[in-house]
């Protein structure tokens, strides 16, 4: 029992910190850039991303093992797995438009872009590709949405310090944010060892 609990602690520890989905393996640029502007929407976005890629991985394997494998349909996986993704990305729309509409607001079309977004779906192929149990799976994909958690909003902390530090005009926006994603990619490349 200890070595299992062991065995998922470092799943979710490395799926976290050693092979963070934004800094080391660069999935989910797109909207790591476009909503790290404030602390309070990186949240949001950090939950809404946490919510979606627990639960299409858990429902993803599902389907994977329990219809694709079985009627040898493994063709069809992409697909699967982009409907279960758009699936659970319109229901926290729905849930984060009814319960916060200022932070549904704020959010704009990256909230929808979930389903596009390459760290959900590259989780759910990761634990098929690691032949992670469901329960491994399910460690596996809360590990990487933390993962995502934690970068985007350590680098909207930055980011807002950066907004009131003497940059050059030059260097202000995107240049400073680059340098800035550069520099996290490279602090979190340490823990690889």
Do not use: H
Not at 115 to 139: D, M, T
Request: proline share 3%; charged share 10%.
């Amino acid at each position: 029992m200890i070595s299992n609990d062991l065995s998922a602690f470092l799943i979710f520890l490395s799926a976290m910190v050693v092979n963070n989905i934004l800094l080391l393996r660069f999935l989910a640029l797109c909207s790591f850039f476009g909503i790290s502007n404030s602390m309070k929407t990186s949240i949001g976005m950090g939950m809404a991303v946490i919510f979606v890629m627990v639960m299409s991985t858990a429902i993803s394997w599902i389907i994977y093992y329990l219809v694709l494998v079985p009627l040898d349909l493994l063709f069809l996986r992409t697909a699967a797995f982009i409907l279960t993704i758009a699936t659970f990305v319109q229901l926290a729309e729905m849930f984060i438009k009814k319960i916060s509409p200022p932070l549904y607001r704020a959010l704009g079309i990256y909230l929808p872009l979930i389903v596009v977004n390459c760290a959900i779906l590259g989780a759910a192929f990761y634990s098929v590709e690691y032949q992670l149990s469901l329960i491994k799976s399910l460690v596996y994909a809360l590990g990487v949405s933390s993962g995502y958690v934690l970068a985007i909003v350590l680098f909207a902390g930055i980011r807002e310090r950066i907004d009131t530090a003497p940059v050059s005009r030059s260097f202000r926006g995107y240049p400073i944010s680059f340098i800035t994603a550069s520099l996290m990619s490279l602090a979190f490349l340490g823990f690889k060892g």
